[in-house]
């Protein structure tokens, strides 16, 4: 498992070339490679403009049925989110743009856990199977 | 009773009685799989098997653990690719247990090892099923893709004009084999209009009706336009009733009526020769 | 940090995203554009999205906006050369790229803005 620092738009970056080349290393194809990346490159931004700052972290994992998969951890110690119910509809927003960050995110994955509170930080982890 | 331990003073029972046991063990499978292996054959397969049993037990090497149970797969899918049931190759296994009591019953000594080891060698004889399982769902998942791909054809209709005629049911798994194909077509022909039938599509419920909006949005961010034929009247009744709508998208009952939409689109006319 | 270069060719504006845009480049790139519109009265923009592999709801909201900047000077805006897993992943996303056209490339891109009148 890889550990990467969110500080920074810089950060951002980097988390979504290395989740890219995880993503190829495990067979995914290409387009739920993309798929991935992207959603790792919305919850890396929020992390960062949301949450403060914080890490994420890429593991290979392997189904029961011997499947490769990627899984990703977004983790902050920010305000964390009131309603997470809320956050998860479509068009929800705190900040400025079309809001579609952790909604969006989740139609992009197979597995999606959003742990979140105020005042405790959140915590997102995803992960997505090679087919 | 310390695991450790129990576990060393069979490895050492194990490897003091090595051909003894071998011996044994290979009879027992050889007769088990009624003649279609010999024991010397059968002994050369389950060596490996049982220094590597050997090598967990004693507990001192780590990738002990992991070797084995990728020796045990490669058995079970060449058992399975040969014909055997997964009982026959699970029964492989577990007549190491009685090839082993054999002699443990004549000493007495060693009967607390002895049940440890048989139900770690029972977890061993369970895994070649469950690699059995897992082959044959690898064959019917490659099998499912391969019957996906054959029924998605992509053809072209005329110079710019493609079509997707869609035959079954279009769940997610399906509509995004359709999007990949669709656009993919559209990069290699530079096409800029689509028509996607839906004649062989037997229901067309709401998530239907999302999925076909899908590839529509997904067809457009490259350019082209797409229009949905093959509307059956029951299937338009169904449609107006579940409130779907299908906005800017154009839709019509034939292909033929959809591919001379299109070809106005483009500019063209067709003409008596 | 990368400033995307702008061309003028005619009345039209060509801006080719080459790279995994930084977010300070993004926002330079919108400027600059803003600029450029107010200064050559361009009545098109095309931008070549072929050679990127991510674009997520910062980069799409980044296209929208160009859009809208654009109608304020009475520009058009295409996006041409979008890839098939973009699109794909852009639809699921529910990103919908109002405000701007798209097109299959730079050539199709310009073919739409001159037919209009």
Known sequence: MDELIIQSGDDVVRVRQHVRNAAASSGLSLVDQTKLVTAASELARNTLIHGGGGVARVEVVKSAAGRAGIKLHFADEGPGIA???????????????????????????????LKSEPGAGTSVVVVKWSR | MDVGASQQRMAAFLRDNHDKIVGSWSDLV???????????????????????????????????????????????????????TPSETALSVFSLKDAVYELVAESAELVPEYLAFSRAVDDLGLRTFEAFSAAREQIITDQTTSMMELSTPVVR????????????????????????????????????????????????????????????SAARLLGAECTISGIRPQVAQTIVSLGIEFGDIATKATLADALALALKHAGLKVVPA | MDQVPILKIGQTLFVSIQ??????????????????????????????????EIVDSFIGRMLATIGSISRLFDAETVIVGMRP???????????????????????????????RT
């Open chain 3, 19 to 52: 790279i995994d845009l930084q977010d300070e480049s993004v926002m330079l790139l919108q400027e600059d554009l803003a600029a450029e519109l107010a200064a050559t009265a361009a009545r098109g923009v095309i931008i070549d999205i072929t050679a990127v």
């Open chain 1, 83 to 113: 309603d997470v119910n809320l956050a998860l509809t479509d068009g929800w927003s705190t900040g400025t743009g079309l809001g579609l960050g952790l909604s969006g995110s989740r139609r992009l994955v197979d597995e999606f856990e």
């Open chain 2, 157 to 216: 209709l005329w110079d710019g004009i493609i079509a997707v005629p869609l035959v079954g049911t279009l769940d997610s798994a399906r509509t995004q084999l359709v999007m990949e194909k669709l656009l993919d077509t559209l990069v290699a022909s530079g096409a800029e209009h689509a028509v996607i039938d839906i004649t062989g599509v037997p229901t067309v419920d709401t998530e239907v009706a999302q999925h076909l909006l899908k590839t529509v």
């Open chain 2, 30 to 84: 050889a007769a088990g799989l009624r003649g279609r292996t010999s024991p010397q054959e059968a002994r050369r397969q389950l060596e490996d098997l049982y220094a590597l049993v050997i090598r967990e037990l004693s507990g001192t090497d780590e990738n002990a653990s992991g070797e084995l149970r990728a020796v045990l797969d490669e058995l079970s899918r060449n058992r399975a690719r040969d014909g055997f």
């Open chain 3, 85 to 115: 897993a973009v699109a794909i992943t852009l639809t699921e996303l529910g990103l919908s790229l109002n405000g701007v056209r798209t097109a299959l490339n730079a050539e199709k891109g310009l073919a739409l803005l001159n037919g």
